[in-house]
């Protein structure tokens, strides 16, 4: 029987899915999968991206570790590919490698001022909150009024997590620094800005509901914002999600809190629609003290127009969310315009031509771009593994496809890596952690403790 050896790099929810998908269909071939991790501690995005009042979602995680805990796909934590292990390594091992690593940094806001102190980028905020292990322990929440652009569900997030009571946290995985900096901020008002209206956003009705159900924060909205026009009206009769969204903001237009007016609550989220970012103002110390947009209007296709008319409110921080943006790796094609890997069904091409690059296949954010919920990682990987199958002549073809050659390349270079059963430990230890408190977990968020964990050191 033909052995098909293959390397997976990422284990998010996307090179995860590949794993079980090709080791459930495939019947003609021997498979044997390792899958290679840059943190000691797999999931992705859905460890260190998922909210974490989001417990539902977080819990995708039991179904993947389903998949890992089968024990037929080795893992490799705490390896980088790029530093710790390299394409043509990859080549003297195995027959083909997918690339699912995803997309983890903040795309570019090109404005003025947008690197001053006090702005910062929502995927880094989120990286702090969930407890990725390489982001500071500490963040600067010393803002009283903050902006937030876009209207995404990642602006929601970050939206919602700077409005919550810390205590109303507490039920949740949050380690304990974030706990204690979210305590001490003394936020009063978060203003989302849209840049277009509200039938064109793109946040998801259940996430907009639940900023309404926020304790002591009042949801303010903004009567001129809703003067829709055919193309917005059109969209919320013909798509049932708009038509939910606008029935959610209508009805807050229709709370005390509507236009700033008669709210009781200590903290308030401003919902802004209509506003272009145009700059970041600073103070004479360089920090962040107001954001200035334009003023939009609809034309009439779904898109939108400046008016000229600028406005300005003052904030001492400012977070851009407005999207993800891919990483390149060395030694595979990048498409630098979109921030993927250029490729075709998953079958990875060559930069600026459609030539395929045999053996190299991609799947997930860093195959279709940073859109997308974890369901589709899913059958983003059934078109990839597809592929592969049917590629059987293109692959590479190996020196060495033992299994020993791995580890024993890794220990060469010095490299600590962490395997399944180091997974199982950390995260025994992280339930142990939250047990005396009653909480499901508490992160281990320090890179070297992971790895001591996991490592039994
Ligand atoms: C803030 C946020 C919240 C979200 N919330 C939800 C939600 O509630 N529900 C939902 O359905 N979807 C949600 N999503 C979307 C969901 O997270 C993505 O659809 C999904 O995670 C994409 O999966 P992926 O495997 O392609 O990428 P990722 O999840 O990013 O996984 C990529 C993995 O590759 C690893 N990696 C990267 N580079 C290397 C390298 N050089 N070497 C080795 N490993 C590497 C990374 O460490 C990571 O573990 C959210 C997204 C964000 C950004
Ligand atoms: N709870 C959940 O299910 C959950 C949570 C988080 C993330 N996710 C998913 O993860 C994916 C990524 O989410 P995301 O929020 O990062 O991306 P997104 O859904 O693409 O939203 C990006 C937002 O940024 C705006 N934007 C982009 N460029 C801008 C600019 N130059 N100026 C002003 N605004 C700009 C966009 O406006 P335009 O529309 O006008 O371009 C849009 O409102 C999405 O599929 C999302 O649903 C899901």
New binding site residues.
Partial sequence: MTKLRLAIVGAGPAGIYAADILLKAERRFDVSIDLFEQLPAPYGLVRYGVAPD?PR?KGIITALREVLDRGDIRIFGNVRFGEDITLDDLKQHYHAVIFATGAVRDTD?RIPGIDAEGSYGAADFVSWFDGHPDVPRTWPLEAESVAV???????L?VSRMLAKHAEDLLPTEIPDNVYEGLKASPVTDVHVF???GPA???F?PL?LRELGELRDVDMVVYDEDFEYDEASKAAIASNKQVMVIDRVLQAWRKRPSVNNAGGEASRRLHLHFWA??VEVKTDQNGRVSAFVYERTRPDGEGGVVGTGEMREVAVQAIYR????FGSPLPGVPFDKRHGVIPNHEGQVLRKDSNERVPGVYATGWIKRG????IGHTKSDAMETVRHIINDQGSWWQPTDPSEEAIPALLASRGVAWTDLDGWHRLDEHEVALGAPQGRARVKVVSRDEMIAVSRGE
């Fill in positions: 989001h979602i806001l652009i876009g209207n995404g569900n990642v602006a997030d849209g840049r277009r064109q956003v793109k998801t996430e272009k970012p969310a407005v999207g993800y940073p859109v997308g919920l």
